[in-house]
């Protein structure tokens, strides 16, 4: 199943209206941002997470910000550190290499997202290609992220 196939299947099970933008080839989400001329603030990246017991966790942030993995512990009780591509490549078979969609349930993943982006009236997506972003509503991102945990545990990184 492609990615985009997927995600579709997943929003269209779960009744969230999204639809697709798409771009010309990007190698990161800052530039996929731009190059679909929206604000960075708004693209939301995924981060898989493993913790000290081996439970995964996609986190949800804008993409101009980086994790803080001290409020990430001190907001969940829990020591995180990244997945490795080599970790990350068999779970996201369906997707490229860093095009990771935000859409953690149709992967079977707990999530937990930065309070920066429920604040933001348009949300957009990796769609698991190096082309596309998934834009979303503000009230279609709140369904989407509706029982996943939440918080403020990212800080701006300046480009």
Known sequence: MSTINRVE????????QYDVVHHAQSDSS????????????KLAKAVVLEDHEGRRM???LPSTHKISFHKLTDELNRDF???????????????????????????QMDT???DLLIEQRDVFLE???HFSLIHLKHQEFRKL?????????SGE???
Not at 145 to 153: E, T, Y
């Open 9 to 16: 299947e997943y929003l269209t099970d779960q009744s969230i």
């Open 58 to 60: 996609m986190a949800l």
């Open 81 to 107: 550190h990244l997945l490795t591509e080599k970790q990350l490549t068999p779970l996201f078979d369906d997707c490229a290499l860093g095009a990771i969609p935000a859409v953690s349930h149709a992967y």
């Open 112 to 114: 937990i997202y930065d």
């Open 157 to 159: 990184v300046f480009h």
């Open 30 to 41: 800052l530039n996929s941002a731009r190059l679909a001329k929206i604000s960075p603030m």
């Open 127 to 129: 769609a698991g290609d």
């Open 145 to 153: 992220v509706k029982d996943c945990r939440h918080g403020r545990f």
